[in-house]
Nanobody
């Protein structure tokens, strides 16, 4: 059974940083692309970033490009999202997402419970 457990959310000031983590279990982590997505209050789901199974390619939404960095550690079965230069509009529930294939394609099949990020002074 696929399990994705996010952590690292919290309150940050504008311009600050947070690092999200997602520990994966129940599948061979190194065989699948992974993504982060988010949902802000009263808004729809937004894909944030994705990464190939071997970390060879990373992709970002325009809204976070240059500020967020996705990475993965297959030895620890862990996906990360380093978030810098945070803005109030980054406030959202952030989800770790497993993809169906090795290469990133946006074809999601499993979601974590989410970790809340709030950016406010």
């Amino acid at each position: 059974q696929v399990q994705l457990v996010e952590s690292g959310g919290g309150l940050a000031q504008p311009g600050g940083s947070l690092r999200l983590s997602c520990v994966a279990s129940g599948f061979t982590f190194s065989n699948y692309a992974m993504s982060w997505a988010r949902q802000a209050p009263g808004k729809g789901l937004e894909w944030v970033s994705g990464i190939h199974e071997d970390g060879s390619g990373a992709y970002y939404a325009d809204s976070v490009k240059g500020r967020f960095t996705i990475s993965r550690d297959s030895a620890k079965n862990t996906l990360y999202l380093q978030m810098n230069s945070l803005k109030p509009e980054d406030t959202a529930l952030y989800y770790c997402v497993k993809e169906r294939n090795a290469a990133f394609s946006g074809d999601f099949d499993s979601w974590g419970q989410g970790t809340q990020v709030t950016v406010s002074s």
